[in-house]
Nanobody, 128 residues
Framework: VQLQASGGGLVQAGGSLKLSCAASGRPISGYPMAWFRQAVGKEREIVAAVRRTAHITYYADSVKGRFTISRDNSNNAMYLQMNSLKTEDTAVYFC??????????????????????WGQGTQVTVSS
């Protein structure tokens, strides 16, 4: 599976952006997927994740209520709608896909090492 993230850019605090992750090579319908981000000088962290069925999602506390993850299996794509952006959301955002996620809880959904395929990242910069 090849993943291509896009949609990043420069936005003022309080604004919105929608990131897209286009997949190719295989249908993504069988893959749990996620968005991670990495700010300068910080570790990469989970932002949001979605299991094969879009009804099961996870959000980091820092983005809960502001970001929405979604997937469109018919278009082989995943999205991250980001509203009410804050300066601390500034980071490179990566999309990722996993061959499988064990269990039914969140513990494996949030782990980087659960994901086998990664996109190249798209920069999001939020100015004050």
């Amino acid at each position: 599976v090849q993943l291509q993230a896009s949609g990043g850019g420069l936005v003022q605090a309080g604004g919105s952006l929608k990131l897209s992750c286009a997949a190719s090579g295989r249908p993504i319908s069988g893959y749990p997927m996620a968005w991670f981000r990495q700010a300068v000088g910080k570790e990469r962290e989970i932002v949001a994740a979605v299991r094969r069925t879009a009804h099961i999602t996870y959000y980091a506390d820092s983005v809960k209520g502001r970001f929405t993850i979604s997937r469109d299996n018919s278009n082989n794509a995943m999205y991250l709608q980001m509203n009410s952006l804050k300066t601390e959301d500034t980071a490179v955002y990566f999309c990722a896909a996993a061959k499988s996620i064990p269990g039914t809880g969140y513990s494996y959904m949030v782990r980087e090492d659960s994901y086998n395929y990664w996109g190249q990242g798209t920069q999001v910069t939020v100015s004050s």
